[in-house]
């Protein structure tokens, strides 16, 4: 059984059809890219996969279980955890603390705990913490636990994104344009981390990624969509010689 | 020891406040300030959590502490002393010193119940329309309240100074002084705690970026469901214990022009400023009070150099014209507050050495 399975998904937008009859199936320890033009729908995919959109058609079945009607909090709870084409990092809260508050839906303390601070309470902010800084140490920012993430220069705030994404134990990880805005250096860092991750943890990772560099080094399997369809699937090699999928990027010059 | 020398300092502060005011030390208008200064405090910092820490924009608070204030007086001339409303009281009157805090308790949680009203629509709405909904939920209130005839409808409603008074026979203290200080602690460590819990960062979470919360596995409606409840509880607290230390309620007392001192409060110390906010509730308590001086003695300076008509008064009616200048004033010049949202230890690190809250 994969782990996820998306079928027949499609979603509108008012009069846009921004996903048309999207297909996948991800397995257990995978590593695959979704790529495509700007505007083909690629993020719209990963909202919809992590249940911030509710889809038109279609279902997405994550772990065996359909995830229609769930909130995105119960869907990443389910293991699912994603980051952000344009960051979304909680920025007046250390970094520690971002990391802290990915983790609070295994808090299973409430609120009389923290107002008690009870037993319960001191015992799993301390997992917590530990958790976090292990993260941390892993994602190489122990440097910067106590700074705000706004006062940290962009490719560190993407790591962190990815670290707080890691910090939840997921056993899916969505990453949508992880290397956007990232100079060399930081691309090649970042596709250590990742790869580290994805041998470490055993997890599956898919990614939307515009950097070639990036896709062509990691992932096993790619999926191409152009105004919401799926052009083509196949091995990056095979991709990258897919008419289809020049066309697509590089416009059709029949006019 | 040195770490807790603050907690310390506030302890033999307030029992040094209590034994002064035991001894006589204050004259009665002294220690209604005194118990204000408290009372606004637990009003503004319970403000904060909604508009500070949650980014939120309520501006309806006074209609909590109105549930609070009727609540809690409703429930005290019940239980400890006989009225035409009630009959009997439920309880010896001998024991309201040892069960007014269930009373406080009661009135909170019942506050807490009707900050549902702007719980659930804050769901689906945020800023501007959620003010507008927290404006009603403010009027809702207390057109309820005055139009419950058997609680004195507009009239308002009294007899609290009886159970005060069976108080002050058990034991000759001030009390009303200790609730109000017990009352401003308890809010005080309850807010300092939830914020610094893992659990309480999700309120702030859901200002910073609310999506990116619910994502990462924030449940943000809950969490809107607790900061609304937890902060109209508190204002629940607030108004109990101003209506016992007036001895009278009058739901018009609650209307938004009250909101709004919680709003001038709040967005003077800082928005999720603990100790901002506490300052500013201090800071604004003393300032408002002394307009009760300041306003006469401008109209008799300004009458004795003619240079206001004799039959035109400064009254006390312009606290209403000062109160709202200073938050527009706030807004055009310091728009975060006199502290942002740093806390004290952070604006002077050398503080840290003698604080150590838990």
């Not at chain 1, 344009?86 to 923290?114: C, E, F, K, P």
């Not at chain 1, 949508?176 to 930081?186: R, Y």
């Not at chain 1, 105004?227 to 059709?252: C, S």
């Not at chain 2, 609730?179 to 300092?192: N, S």
């Amino acid at each position: 059984m994969p782990l996820l399975e998306i079928l027949g998904l499609t979603q509108r937008f008012g009069g846009l059809q921004a996903l048309t009859n999207f297909t996948a199936a991800l397995e257990e320890h995978d590593l695959v890219g979704l790529i495509g033009p700007n505007g083909a729908g690629k993020t719209t995919v990963f909202n919809l996969v992590s249940g911030f959109y509710t889809p038109t058609e279609g279902a997405i079945v994550f772990n065996g279980r359909p995830t229609r009607g769930l909130r995105p909090h119960q869907v990443a709870g389910m293991g699912m955890a994603r980051t952000f084409q344009n960051i979304r990092l909680w920025n007046d809260m250390t970094v520690l603390d971002n990391i802290r508050l990915a983790q609070s839906h295994w808090l299973g303390y409430g609120l009389w705990d923290a107002v008690w601070r009870s037993r319960r309470y001191l015992r799993t902010e301390k997992s917590v913490e530990k958790k976090s800084r292990e993260v941390l140490e892993i994602m190489s920012l122990t440097d910067y636990v106590e700074e705000l993430p706004k006062n940290l220069p962009y490719g560190l705030q993407r790591r962190v994104e990815l670290a707080r994404a890691l910090s939840t134990s997921p056993r899916l990880l969505l990453l949508d344009e992880p290397a956007a805005g990232l100079n060399s250096a930081d691309v090649d860092g970042l596709i250590k981390h990742i790869r580290w991750i994805y041998d470490q943890f055993h997890i599956c990772i898919w990614m939307i990624e515009h950097q070639m560099k990036v896709v062509m080094s990691l992932c096993q399997r790619l999926a191409v969509i152009d105004f919401g369809r799926t052009i083509a699937t196949g091995t990056p090699a095979e991709i990258q010689a897919n008419p289809a999928v020049i066309n697509a990027y590089l416009g059709d010059d029949t006019l | 020891m040195q770490r807790r020398a603050i907690n310390l300092f506030f302890l033999i502060a307030a029992a040094g406040l209590v034994l002064a005011t035991k001894e006589g030390f204050f004259d009665q208008y002294i220690l209604t300030v005194f118990m204000f200064m408290g009372i606004n405090i637990i009003f503004a910092t319970s403000l904060n959590l909604v508009n500070g820490y949650m980014g939120e924009f309520s501006c309806g608070h006074a209609g909590f502490m109105c549930v609070g204030a009727y609540v809690g007086s409703l429930l005290s001339v019940a239980f400890f002393s006989s009225s035409k409303l009630f009959g009997d009281p439920l309880f010896p009157p001998e024991l309201a010193p040892v069960l007014f805090p269930l009373v406080l308790l009661l009135a909170s949680l019942a506050a807490a119940m009707f900050g549902l009203i702007v719980a659930l629509p804050s769901f689906h709405t945020r800023d501007d329309y959620l003010a507008i909904i927290t404006i009603a939920a403010n009027y809702i209130i207390i057109s309820i309240v005055e139009n419950i005839d058997a609680i004195g409808g507009p009239r308002g409603f009294s007899g609290m100074k009886r159970v005060i008074n069976s108080m002050t026979d058990v034991a000759d203290l001030p009390w009303m002084l200790i609730w109000v200080l017990l009352g401003a602690f308890v809010c005080i460590t309850f807010l300092y705690r939830l914020m610094t819990s893992t659990y309480g960062k999700g309120i702030s979470a859901v200002c910073q970026n609310e999506v990116a919360a619910e994502i990462m596995g924030v449940n943000t409606n809950k969490v809107k469901i607790i900061a609304f409840m937890v902060s109209s509880g508190l204002a629940g607290l607030s108004g109990a214990l101003y209506a016992h230390v007036y001895g009278y309620v009058n739901a018009q007392a609650f209307n938004i022009l009250k909101s709004t001192e919680g709003l001038v409060m709040v967005y003077l110390g800082g928005m999720g400023s603990l100790s901002g906010v506490v300052l500013a509730a201090i800071a604004f308590t003393l300032m408002v009070e002394s307009l009760r001086f300041i306003i006469p003695a401008v109209n008799d300076l300004l009458h004795a150099g003619g240079l206001l008509p004799a039959a035109f008064e400064l009254s006390q009616i312009w606290k209403w014209v000062i109160i709202p200048l200073i938050l527009i004033l706030l807004m055009q010049f310091r728009p975060e507050g006199l502290l942002g949202n740093k806390e004290l230890t952070h604006v002077f690190p050398r503080l840290k050495r003698w604080v150590s809250f838990k």
